[in-house]
């Protein structure tokens, strides 16, 4: 658990560095291209979630957040045995919802910085938070599948 608990720090540390360069440094709605037509830095401010999904409804992310770390944290202590792998998925997930959980009460929105572009589609700008939440999630759900599919395997050589 003390792994998880540094990875989440320094997740958290990266994500608040990173916002507070971007604040000091690119001014709120300007653009920085660094590679054309592929990847740059765009400040804005995001009161939604994703996409600005359920903008404006500060109180409900928030909660919604303390219910993701309290979601996380049972599923911590339910697993018998954390593979280091997965100490990293945990710790970037709880570093990346308390990055974005951080800006909400603080700031009321969150910052979000990082513009990727394929072609003419732009996705929407996101931040380092963002990438441990969904990195984390993906290692987690991964293990989670990748156990599920091990243990279904193993019952069916034991009933043939």
């Known amino acids: 658990m003390?792994?998880?608990?540094?990875?989440?720090?320094?997740?958290?540390?990266l994500d608040q560095g990173i916002?507070?360069?971007?604040?000091?440094s690119i001014g709120l709605g300007e653009s920085v291209t660094m590679i054309?037509?592929?990847?740059?830095?765009?400040?804005?401010?995001?009161?939604?979630?994703?996409?600005?999904?359920?903008?404006?409804?500060?109180?409900f992310l928030i909660l919604v957040s303390f219910v993701a770390i309290g979601l996380v944290y049972w599923f911590m202590i339910k697993d018998k045995k954390i593979?280091?792998?997965?100490?990293?998925?945990?710790?970037?997930?709880?570093?990346?919802?308390l990055g974005n959980l951080?800006?909400?009460?603080?700031?009321?929105?969150?910052?979000?910085?990082i513009s990727i572009y394929i072609?003419?589609?732009?996705?929407?700008?996101?931040?380092?938070?963002?990438?441990?939440i969904v990195i984390g999630t993906l290692i987690i759900v991964g293990i989670m599948l990748k156990e599920d599919m091990h243990g279904d395997n193993s019952s069916r050589e034991r009933h043939k």
Do not use: Q
């Not at 592929?38 to 109180?59: D, Q």
């Open 2 to 13: 003390k792994k998880i608990f540094l990875y989440s720090l320094f997740w958290l540390c």
């Open 19 to 24: 916002k507070k360069l971007i604040t000091i």
């Open 36 to 59: 054309p037509s592929l990847f740059g830095f765009t400040h804005v401010r995001n009161t939604g979630a994703a996409w600005s999904m359920l903008e404006g409804n500060r109180i």
């Open 83 to 97: 593979e280091p792998i997965e100490e990293i998925g945990y710790g970037i997930l709880l570093g990346g919802i």
């Open 102 to 113: 951080i800006d909400r009460v603080i700031l009321g929105y969150v910052i979000d910085f």
């Open 119 to 132: 072609g003419s589609y732009a996705f929407p700008i996101f931040n380092v938070a963002d990438i441990g």
